[in-house]
């Protein structure tokens, strides 16, 4: 059957290091704390979040969220600092919530680990950058997210195509709209395909076989998933260096911009 890592427990002695974090990006990425009594003391802070929330620290340094230059090319310095505050802001938050899902409470009668909302977050993540790479986030005829997404992953994760699909068709579908990852079988061949989540696995985003003929495991670590991601965006051949000096990209993200604030709908009585 598929798994869930029973080991996956994060532990103060096997944090990784913290990246610095800009005052914006920390109101977002609260970072996880360093000892019992802090984790306890974390419990106790207000769990909520909001539109609000979010925009704050824009706002405090007299930023209006809103503040993208819309123009067809040629952004500013100031809109490109704006937009690696909110890419710093997504990945850091990323990385915040994931390792609260997986920190070792000693608490009496406290959680265990929470798997899935990592994952959820983690290609609702790519979604969201793929969405900007590309100009769009809804998809229609000729455009298709997991072809979108797919391609990102291959291009600036450098992940196989094959396990990217899979991936997507695990996390971002089937775990998003039926409450779990399912089992997956090839339609073109005879092919199945289980899952494995948790951290500190040894082949994330890697297809291995189980000793059963054609079936194969893929197992997701969503805090090597940060690291990648955080390499795959703001390293020197990522999509925030590329964002800077294409005028095409530029262009997307503009358009996706105006998108993801625009969206509209229609209820029905």
């Known amino acids: 059957m598929s798994e869930l890592d029973p080991k996956a427990k994060l532990k103060p002695d096997l944090r990784t290091q913290e990246p610095e974090l800009d005052q914006a990006s920390a109101a977002v990425a609260r970072i996880v704390p360093t000892s019992t009594q802090a984790t306890s ?9 909001s539109l609000e929330s979010l925009n ?27 937009i690696r505050m909110r890419f710093r802001q997504r990945i850091d938050s990323l990385e915040s919530d994931t390792k ?22 983690a290609f609702a993540t790519i979604d969201y950058f793929s969405s900007y790479w590309a100009g769009w986030n809804q998809g229609r005829r000729g455009k298709n997210q997991t072809d979108r997404m797919t391609d990102f992953m291959n291009m600036y994760l450098l992940y196989p195509r094959k396990n990217s ?9 089937k775990l998003m709209h039926t409450a779990e990852p ?14 494995k989540t948790g951290i500190n696995l040894e082949h ?15 197992e997701f670590d969503p805090l090597v998933l940060v690291r990648d991601l ?5 390293g020197p051949k990522g999509y925030f260096q590329e964002l800077r000096t294409s005028s095409d990209l530029q262009k997307k993200y503009c358009k996706c911009f105006k998108e993801m604030n625009s969206y509209k709908i229609t209820l029905r009585g």
């Open 100 to 121: 609260r899902c997986f920190w070792d409470i000693k608490d009496p009668g406290a959680p265990g680990c929470a798997y899935f909302p990592p994952v959820m977050y």
């Open 204 to 218: 994330h985003m890697i297809l291995v076989e189980t000793g059963v003929p054609n079936e194969f495991r893929l």
């Open 41 to 49: 003391d974390a419990l106790q802070q207000a769990q909520v979040v």
């Open 56 to 82: 704050g620290p824009l706002k405090k340094e007299g930023i209006p969220p809103e503040a993208i230059e819309t123009k067809e090319c040629g952004m500013m310095n100031c809109e490109m600092n704006l």
């Open 230 to 234: 955080r390499e795959g965006v703001f």
């Open 165 to 173: 699909q899979i991936a997507i068709n695990f996390w971002r579908h």
């Open 182 to 195: 399912r089992i997956l079988r090839n339609s073109e061949n005879d092919e199945v395909y289980k899952w």
